[in-house]
């Protein structure tokens, strides 16, 4: 399976290469922007770290059989997520280039409340009928459905944050997570199993929201002074 997905790989190989070929490599814009670059390869390391942290520790703690009930539930809110994600990077580049974004961040707002009723209220009902094995993950997806408006405001922040090239507040963001979710999980996990492992999730997430909206609070008053 490794194997496979590491030749899965190979097809960007191609676009490189053409790439390369139509265009010179100008090794200044690297050294140029190298804190830039770093930073994004460490939050790139660090999200890797933070999507299979958790499934480690639940092994550790609860064995392998509610890991399935909350990989079934994570999947259920990430799939979710796909859509206000979508918006969200496709404000990159236009916020990038300096085009108003407005409108979409509250497209993303708006959208990511329908969408934490539907895994609250919908996705529960249907766990039984389809996945008759998993009812531990009805309540661990009930939880989970909170952390859908804060994920979606964490990927417009995000977008802002790279778009100015300010990485470094998206990469303590995400150290912010990581503190917050690894203990928290260890010690819920321990008293309230794949309760307290959604518990702590959700709270991680907001942990993160939080931390971006004070840099971007503050980003503001430095462009004040």
């Known amino acids: 399976i490794i194997f496979c997905f590491g030749i899965s790989y190979l097809g960007f190989l191609a676009i490189v290469v ?6 010179d490599i100008n090794l ?29 520790i639940i092994v550790l ?6 890991l399935g009930n909350y990989a079934l539930a994570l999947q259920a809110i990430l799939m979710l997520n796909i859509f206000t994600n979508m918006i969200a990077r496709y404000m990159l580049p236009m ?13 993303v707002l708006v959208l990511s409340i329908p969408l934490s009723l539907v895994a609250y209220f919908l996705i529960p009902e249907l766990i039984p009928i389809y996945f008759t094995n998993y009812e531990f993950a009805m309540d ?13 405001l964490v990927s417009v922040h995000n977008t802002k944050f790279i778009s100015i ?3 470094r507040f998206v990469l303590i963001a995400l150290g912010v997570l990581l503190m917050i979710q690894v203990p ?18 959700v ?21 004040i002074q």
Request: proline residues 1%; hydrophobic residues 45%; without cysteine.
């Open 18 to 23: 053409t790439q390369i070929k139509l265009k």
């Open 61 to 66: 703690i609860l064995g392998y059989t509610l």
């Open 140 to 152: 661990s997806i009930r939880i989970l459905s909170f952390s859908i408006p804060a994920f979606a």
């Open 95 to 107: 916020q990038s280039s300096g085009q108003n974004i407005n409108a979409y961040r509250k497209l």
């Open 165 to 167: 090239e300010k990485t």
């Open 184 to 201: 928290g999980m260890i010690i819920l996990g321990t008293y309230y199993e794949l309760i307290g492992i959604s518990i702590a999730y």
């Open 203 to 223: 709270a991680s997430i907001y942990a993160q929201l939080i931390t971006l909206v004070i840099f971007n609070k503050r980003m503001k008053s430095w462009e």
């Open 28 to 56: 200044t814009l690297i050294k140029k922007n190298l804190d830039f670059v770093i930073s994004n390869y460490i939050t790139s390391l660090f999200s890797m770290f933070k999507d299979n942290i958790d499934k480690i």
